[in-house]
C-alpha cells in the first residue's frame, strides 16, 4: 500500500473506499437479478405444447338413447328426452376455441322439475389460459321442487335451486383442477362424430348459490346429439 510517512494516503484510502463500494452494489445487483429471476417466471406455455383435444377417445360405460334423445339416470331413476345441443366456435381475440354445450329437463317421479346444462370448452388462445385454464368443463344441475319446468332453467328464479360440478386445465401440461363437486377428467366425453356424448359427474352446491334445496349427488346422462 502507498504510504507517507507511515500512514496511508488520503488516494490510497479514496481508492479502497470506491472499490469496495462497487463490489458491494455489484452483488447487490446480482442478488436482486437473481431474485427477480426466480420470482417472473414466464406463466405463458411454450409453443411447443400441443392442445388438448376437445373429443375423446372413449366415452363412458352408459346406455346410449336413440338419436336426438338423452337419458339420465339420478336417484335411482331413469329419464329420457330430446336434448339441446350445440357445437361451436367460441371465438376471441386471439383464436377460434372449440366448444360443446347441452341443455336438458326432466320431471322426477314425485313431480319435481329438474335441468342440466353441460359445457365443455378447449381454448386454442394461450392469452386466456392464465385466466380461465385451457380446457374448461361445466355441469350446472338446477332443480325445482314445485315441478315448474318452464322456469327450471332460470337461475335467478325464487324457488330454483343450483348446483354445480366444475373444473379446468390450466394449461396442457397441467393436471385437472376441481372447484365443485367431483369427477373424472374428462367429465363430459365427446365422440368423435360430436353426435354421441356421455357426462358423469357430481354435483354440489357452491359458495352463495341457494343450496338449501339443491341436488346433492351423482348424474348420469347420455347424449345422441341431433344438430
Same mark, same amino acid.
Given at each position: 500500500?502507498?504510504?507517507?510517512?507511515? +500512514?496511508?494516503? %488520503?488516494?490510497?484510502?479514496?481508492?479502497?473506499? =470506491?472499490?469496495?463500494?462497487?463490489?458491494?452494489? #455489484?452483488?447487490?445487483?446480482?442478488?436482486?437479478?437473481?431474485?427477480?429471476?426466480?420470482?417472473?417466471?414466464?406463466?405463458?406455455?411454450?409453443?411447443? %405444447?400441443?392442445?388438448l383435444p376437445i373429443h375423446s377417445e372413449a366415452l363412458h360405460d352408459l346406455p346410449i338413447p336413440e338419436l =336426438?334423445?338423452?337419458?339420465?339416470?339420478i336417484e335411482g331413476e331413469v329419464h329420457e328426452g330430446a336434448p339441446q345441443c350445440r357445437m361451436s366456435m367460441?371465438?376471441?381475440? =386471439? #383464436?377460434? &376455441?372449440? !366448444?360443446?354445450?347441452?341443455? #336438458?329437463?326432466?320431471?322426477?317421479?314425485?313431480?319435481?322439475?329438474?335441468?342440466?346444462?353441460?359445457? !365443455? %370448452?378447449?381454448?386454442?388462445?394461450?392469452?386466456?389460459? *392464465?385466466?380461465?385454464?385451457?380446457? !374448461? /368443463?361445466?355441469? !350446472?344441475?338446477?332443480?325445482?321442487?314445485?315441478? &315448474? *319446468?318452464?322456469?327450471?332453467?332460470?337461475?335467478?328464479?325464487?324457488g330454483t335451486y343450483i348446483a354445480w360440478m366444475t373444473q379446468s386445465v390450466p394449461r396442457p401440461d397441467s393436471?385437472?383442477?376441481?372447484?365443485?363437486?367431483?369427477?373424472?377428467?374428462?367429465?363430459?366425453?365427446?365422440?368423435?362424430?360430436?353426435?354421441?356424448?356421455?357426462?358423469?359427474?357430481?354435483?354440489?352446491?357452491?359458495?352463495?348459490? +341457494? =343450496? /338449501?334445496?339443491?341436488?346433492?349427488?351423482?348424474?348420469?346422462?347420455?347424449?345422441?346429439? /341431433?344438430?
Amino acid at each position: 500500500m502507498t504510504q507517507f510517512n507511515g +500512514k496511508p494516503t %488520503l488516494i490510497a484510502l479514496m481508492m479502497i473506499t =470506491g472499490i469496495a463500494t462497487m463490489l458491494l452494489v #455489484a452483488c447487490g445487483n446480482d442478488q436482486d437479478s437473481a431474485s427477480e429471476a426466480s420470482m417472473s417466471v414466464d406463466p405463458e406455455p411454450s409453443e411447443e %405444447l400441443a392442445f388438448l383435444p376437445i373429443h375423446s377417445e372413449a366415452l363412458h360405460d352408459l346406455p346410449i338413447p336413440e338419436l =336426438g334423445q338423452f337419458r339420465v339416470e339420478i336417484e335411482g331413476e331413469v329419464h329420457e328426452g330430446a336434448p339441446q345441443c350445440r357445437m361451436s366456435m367460441f371465438e376471441t381475440p =386471439g #383464436a377460434e &376455441n372449440p !366448444r360443446f354445450y347441452a341443455y #336438458a329437463s326432466w320431471q322426477m317421479n314425485d313431480g319435481s322439475a329438474m335441468s342440466v346444462y353441460l359445457e !365443455r %370448452l378447449v381454448y386454442h388462445d394461450r392469452s386466456v389460459w *392464465r385466466q380461465v385454464g385451457h380446457v !374448461r /368443463e361445466i355441469v !350446472r344441475f338446477q332443480n325445482r321442487p314445485d315441478g &315448474n *319446468r318452464n322456469r327450471v332453467a332460470q337461475s335467478d328464479s325464487r324457488g330454483t335451486y343450483i348446483a354445480w360440478m366444475t373444473q379446468s386445465v390450466p394449461r396442457p401440461d397441467s393436471a385437472p383442477e376441481l372447484y365443485s363437486g367431483s369427477a373424472e377428467f374428462p367429465a363430459i366425453r365427446i365422440a368423435r362424430d360430436e353426435a354421441l356424448v356421455t357426462m358423469l359427474a357430481t354435483v354440489e352446491p357452491a359458495d352463495g348459490d +341457494k =343450496g /338449501e334445496q339443491a341436488y346433492r349427488g351423482e348424474i348420469r346422462l347420455a347424449l345422441h346429439c /341431433e344438430y
